[in-house]
């Protein structure tokens, strides 16, 4: 069938008329009110003539006149690309000939420059077909877009209109001024191009469509010169970050994202997620709180709602988050608690550990935290022998040659488990680091004490990056082979043993178990697949200045920081002395001990690894025997339907591939939410921009120094090509980017904390860095000459 009515459409028809045309049709059966019209269909390939007599005649029976013509592909108005503006629409389109020369413009529109580029953009098949729409036009006096949801602040409760006279071009292409409604349930003045009663009729028409449809819709409407209002579209808004699960609260709650504490803002794999869960309400726990921890988008969120709610936790809720969450999400919950909806209740559902575990915690981590600082060697020398303690024991036992046997060892294991040799020196070291700051009020400023904290010793990453350095130096014989050969064919010849030796088995051996977004049960590690590892060999090898050698680098930080901290001890104990003094212990113990903050996880990561090969092993079987498509799949579901699957044969195909299919939609998200309310509102949004000098873009300092340079933008480590001295531009860091910052002259980061991973490697080698940068990613492109002011904590775009 070549063309076919829009009243004709059927469900299931996306293939045969596109997306477009789809959910005209649905619209159409729902009752609406739609311009009558049909569809070119896909069933005449692009390659071929257009079958001119059947749309000719489809025209003459919609009675001639001015129509519109717009495209519709097979792969558009899809859940997460709406395709709007990409493809061709031409209106006021009369006569036959006209009309045959829009669809054939339509259709050749398919594989324009700009639509070819947003399908790879959003990783969609380039293999697409186009058919066209043509309906009646409308004699518009008011149209515009209706959406169904507040897509600026998210919030499901409120819908959005934008109006204008006419035909709403300036709506959709942004041309001109409108009018802007917000509907939230309550009246509004009257005023623009809409009546009360217009705007209550919108809005009854966005409730019983997103009802009907299932999710918040981007509705394009127009009232004709009669008052009479038509539907010429609806599609779901892709931009929505998904809501948090349904509770039976009325009131509202708030969520805090907690994956970026581990450098993680890319969503979790279903398996990888159980784990983080158990991980993050550990860390929470050892402060003393209990936080329930919510999977929203494939993101870790806590809700803190009973936290914030709480007469005697919100009083150190915003000091608590400092040194892991940051200053952006400090900000968004110190609006939380001013907002009367979280006001305290003495009679809240707390969620505080009780208190005579509390008691026992509180007595171990005093005691803990005062032994390392009383001997920082002796602690870290318990510490890392625990490291090999932990390393020895994952090792998978013998005896395991079932896919039952497999799934109860991985069930046994609690990669959330930290020794208190292993906590306590590291907490020890974080508050040495932390404490100094206010001790030193009006003696020295942040950027000293960074500077203090820089090249710092006893780091597990920065003994990992150096290692990694080695490895370069030792292939710099073979420099052409590395440069000019891709990072999947090195590894594929390293597996296959035809590359030179360069040290590599020896560096896999020490750190394969690492990976970016390492706590990711799903990620594969270093040691499946080295190709990233090779990536950032090419990187080193790029570097040809012996003093910015990362060796050099680092004992240049290391000795700027031990004469910093010697001059700013002396001043404050000539200033302040009791506190002087007091400032200088901290700090040389933090010199001592701050750099073991990453071996807490670094352990965990042993455990992680042979969980992980034994659930691969465990979906090998499966999917030896239908049951998955692949292995993989097996980090798409969770442990308890990986059981189902051992135990009573259940096939889990068509959830692993819905799951995965999900993943990849958010891998593409680039802006995930601070923190969210349950009706899906992202806080941040409301919060007023902070004000920078001369337009640059405002963030916290959290490594000293300035830094000029040429941006990277990086989203993706393992392929990144980072020139020497290049200011590296990310959304977020973690101990899988490190070894990039032994070549960047400067970064800048979208979310951290000042001691988090990203910001702690950076002081080690003296690289400036400013964090907490609001959509830095998308304000600086590849290629702008940057100023990184940690002082300032600005980055000057020029």
Known sequence: MRVIALTELTPGTTDLVGGKAAGLGELVRSGERVPEGF?????????????????????????????????????????????????????????????????????????????????????????????????????????????????????????????????????????????????????????????????????????????????????????????????????????????????????????????????????????????????????????????????????????????????????????????????????????????????????????????????????????????????????????????????????????????????????????????????????????????????LAGVADRDEINTVLGGMPHNVTIEMDLALWRVTERARPHRDLLLTTAPGDLARRYRDGTLPDIGLAEFLDRYGHRAVAEVDLGVPRWDEDPAPVFAMIANYLRLTDPEQAPDRRFARAAATAEARLEELVARARRRRPVRGRLAGFLLRRARSLAGLREAGKFAGLYRLREMRRQLLLIGAELADTGLLDRPEDVMFLTLDEVATAVHERADHRETAAARRAVHRRELRRRRVPVALLSDGTDLEVALAPATAPDGALRGVGASAGVATGRARVVHDPATAHLEPGEILVAPTTDPGWTPLFLTAGGLVTETGAVMAHGPTVAREYGIPAVICVPDATRAIRTGDLVTVDAAAGTVTIG
């Open 39 to 439: 569809c070119v269909t896909t069933a005449t390939p692009a390659s071929e003539a257009l079958p001119e007599a059947e749309i000719v005649a489809a025209y003459h029976r919609l009675g001639g006149g001015p129509v519109a013509v717009r495209s519709s592909a097979t792969a558009e108005d899809l859940p997460d690309a709406s395709f709007a503006g990409v493809q061709d629409t031409i209106l006021g389109v009369e006569g036959d000939a006209d009309l045959l020369a829009a669809v054939e413009k339509c259709r050749r529109s398919l594989h324009a420059a700009r639509a070819v580029a947003y399908r790879d953009a959003h990783s969609i098949d380039q293999e697409v077909r186009m058919a066209v729409v043509v309906q009646r036009m409308v004699d518009a006096a008011t149209a515009g877009v209706l959406f169904t949801a507040n897509p600026v602040t998210g919030c499901r409760t409120e819908m959005v209109v934008e109006a204008a006279a006419g035909l709403g071009t300036a709506v959709v292409d942004g041309a001109g001024d409108v009018d802007r409604y917000v509907l939230d349930g309550t009246p509004g003045p009257e005023r623009g191009v809409l009546t009360r009663a217009q705007l209550d009729e919108l809005r009854e028409v966005g409730e019983r469509l997103q009802r009907r449809l299932g999710a918040p819709q981007d509705v394009e409407w127009a009232y004709d010169r009669q008052g009479v209002l038509w539907l010429l579209q609806s599609r779901p808004i892709t931009t929505l970050f998904p809501l948090p699960p349904a509770t039976d609260d009325p009131a509202p709650r708030v969520y805090l994202e907690f994956g970026h504490v581990q450098g993680m803002l890319r969503p979790a794999t279903p398996m990888g997620m159980s784990t983080l869960k158990a991980l993050i309400a550990a860390m929470v726990a050892s402060l003393g709180l209990r936080v329930e921890i919510t999977d929203i988008g494939g993101r870790l969120y806590g809700d803190l709602t009973d936290l914030a709610r709480d007469p005697f936790a919100r009083k150190r809720l915003v000091k608590l988050m400092a040194v892991d969450f940051g200053p952006r999400a400090q900000a968004v919950m110190e609006r939380v608690l001013a907002d009367p909806r979280f006001a305290p209740r003495r009679r809240g559902r707390t969620r505080r550990a009780g208190g005579g575990q509390s008691a026992r915690t509180a007595v171990r981590a005093l005691t803990g935290v005062t032994r390392a600082l009383a001997r920082p060697d002796a602690a870290r020398a318990r510490l890392f022998r625990e490291l090999d303690r932990l390393a020895a024991e994952s090792v998978t036992p013998p005896g395991l040659h079932t896919a039952a046997d497999r799934l109860r060892f991985v069930r046994a294991q609690d990669p959330s488990a930290g020794p208190d040799d292993i906590v306590w020196p590291i907490v020890a070291g974080m508050l040495a680091a932390a404490l100094p700051g206010p001790l």
